[in-house]
């Protein structure tokens, strides 16, 4: 049994920063969240004195979001010299790849915009398959022609995908997602080493410090549309240290019904949208961030998790915690023998339910248990039935109410 002594030492590890040093454990006053002065210097320039840091960071998929293949010959996964009739361009046509784990696709160069080819390679099934956004799908498209060649990177990606954007220039202090991303303007913090001229995401409060990463990790659209005569996916004027309410809007959803975006309940329906999931969720309402689960630095586990996923989530759930679960041991409450893919924490809270592309899906992150009772009645995907491929949901429902620890009240709905 977990004593509350230890349930509270791992709560402060989680809410205040599982891994760092002990002082970076001690309980501090938030910092302010006053947006960082000066200018922005690039990544390379923290290497001076964060070198091991840096060097983690510059390994992940963060830092190499998009990728020249001029500068990284490797950056293009599929083998180009094979035919197929979806591949109308060149490898001399791309100027960045965009992605490498679930799917990658392709920007070429017009002018000063980019602008996306029309095929995206499926990581996960080694095929290509079509790219182009449906007119009626995502919010933008409706002030944007239909042909990808009409549709710069620019308002609707490169915001995200890059480090101090403008909108005028169409120039960028970096691409990918570098330092300054998460920390803010980085000249006087160079000048001047200290905590006073830097913003640290771990020390800020949880609603802002999430919002460091929702900022790019959420569906929605800005208050201000269009700037400069062009629709913008991203929040235009945001910058680490502002309120990002003050720039962004998540995306609305009707109760009950299924859209691009959403399932009837709220949940994500696509990737991109872990944000509008997290903010739902009672981690959220207690405090947790994503650095609670997450080093964007890099670490060993996969999602650059601080912990194997069930590790990390025993750190604050372990058997009889006061947060629960309340059984005696996991495998009491998951019902799934220990070490099977039923036995993880992430199998039932977090249903792989949100597309990427074609039947490849990402996690949810509401930690919601999503009942078949639910998937019934509004056709959300329940993790009992996506794994048990061969099962109904009648099945499953049978199969949770004999499980004595399960509330009757809530497997009905």
């Known amino acids: 049994m977990v004593s509350l002594a ?5 709560m402060t590890a989680v809410l205040f920063g599982a891994g760092q040093s002990s002082s970076a454990n001690t309980v501090a006053p938030a910092q302010s969240a006053a947006p960082a002065a000066g200018s922005y210097t690039g990544s390379a320039a923290c290497a001076r004195c ?32 094979r035919p197929d009739p979806l591949v109308t361009f060149t490898r001399g046509d791309i100027a960045f790849t965009y992605g490498s784990k679930w799917k990658q696709r392709y920007f070429t160069k017009v002018g000063d915009d980019y602008f996306p080819l029309p095929a995206q390679w499926d990581v996960t099934h080694r095929q290509w398959r079509p790219y182009n956004v449906a007119i009626g799908t995502d ?3 409706a002030f944007y022609p239909p042909e990808n060649s009409r549709r710069p990177t620019g308002p609707l990606c490169d915001g995200c995908h890059s480090v101090n954007y403008n909108v005028r220039t169409k120039g960028v202090t970096e691409w990918n997602v570098g330092c300054e991303k998460c920390h803010g303007p980085g000249s006087d913090h160079v000048a001047r080493p200290g905590r006073a001229t830097i913003i640290n995401p771990a020390r800020l409060d949880p609603i802002a410090a999430v919002d460091v990463c929702l900022q790019c990790h959420s569906q929605g659209k800005p208050h201000v549309n269009p700037v400069e005569g062009r629709y913008y996916d991203w929040p235009v004027g945001f910058r680490v240290g502002l ?11 009707k109760p009950g019904e299924t859209t691009f975006t959403h399932f009837p309940d709220g949940t994500a329906h696509k990737n991109r949208m872990q944000g509008n999931d997290f903010v739902q969720s009672a981690m959220y309402t207690h405090g947790v961030t994503c650095a609670s689960c997450h080093d964007v630095h890099g670490t060993e586990h996969n999602a650059d998790l601080v912990k194997s996923s069930r590790m990390l989530c025993t750190t604050c759930h372990g058997p009889k915690s006061p947060n629960g679960p309340h059984a005696a041991t996991i495998e009491e409450h998951t019902h799934h ?10 199998a039932c809270h977090m249903p792989a339910i949100a597309q990427t592309i074609a039947d490849v899906n990402v996690r ?17 995907p329940n993790a009992c039935t996506s794994c048990h491929k061969d099962k109904t949901n009648a099945w499953a429902t049978d199969a949770l109410r004999s499980w004595p620890d399960v509330s009757p009240w809530r497997i009905g709905r």
């Open 6 to 10: 230890a349930w509270l030492t791992a």
């Open 50 to 81: 964060h070198a091991s840091i840096y060097d983690r960071w510059k390994r992940t998929r963060m830092a190499n979001v998009v990728r020249d293949p001029k500068d990284h010959p490797d950056a293009i996964i599929p083998d180009l010299s």
């Open 139 to 141: 919010w933008w498209t």
């Open 243 to 253: 309120s990002l309410k003050d720039f962004w809007e998540l995306e609305e959803h």
């Open 337 to 346: 023998q220990r070490g099977s893919a039923g036995g993880e924490c992430v």
């Open 364 to 380: 949810s992150h509401t930690f919601k248990f999503i009942t078949p009772a639910m998937t019934e009645a509004l056709k959300i």
